[in-house]
């Protein structure tokens, strides 16, 4: 029987996860917008304000990933049913980094830090 691999997720890839110079990450994408940010004066903090939106008649909340130069910013590599409903419901300019808008920022990464630019992070 093969062995599961840690880290993986459904719809997709291994899950690069720690944290990077006081900065959670939850994936390799998320790094690679912090370190282009940092590297080049983009002014980027975590996001720690939630927001309602509705959701199976009930009120949940939601939290974009990132204020990046005074916008909310997500990274969203998978849209589903309920990420269109929260990203839909977000009343304020919210830009979506998805798996298009991300490459620019991933090779920069690679460029100046290597294919393994996620050995940065330092994992808990």
């Excluded at 900065?23 to 980027?44: K, R």
């Amino acid at each position: 029987m093969a062995k599961k691999k840690r880290g993986w997720f459904k719809n997709g890839g291994e899950a690069h996860r720690g944290w990077y110079k006081g900065f959670w990450c939850d994936s390799s994408w998320e790094l690679a917008l912090i370190l282009y940010c940092q590297d080049n004066g983009v002014e980027i903090v975590r996001n720690t304000k939630n927001f309602p939106y509705m959701w199976r008649n009930r009120t949940e909340y939601y939290r974009p990933d990132f204020i990046m130069d005074g916008k909310y910013v997500e990274i969203k590599g998978y849209m589903d049913r309920r990420s269109k409903r929260k990203i839909g419901s977000f009343v304020q300019h919210l830009e979506v980094i998805d798996v298009k808008a991300i490459k620019p920022y991933l090779q920069w990464a690679v460029s100046h830090y290597g294919e393994n630019f996620y050995d940065l992070l330092e994992k808990s």
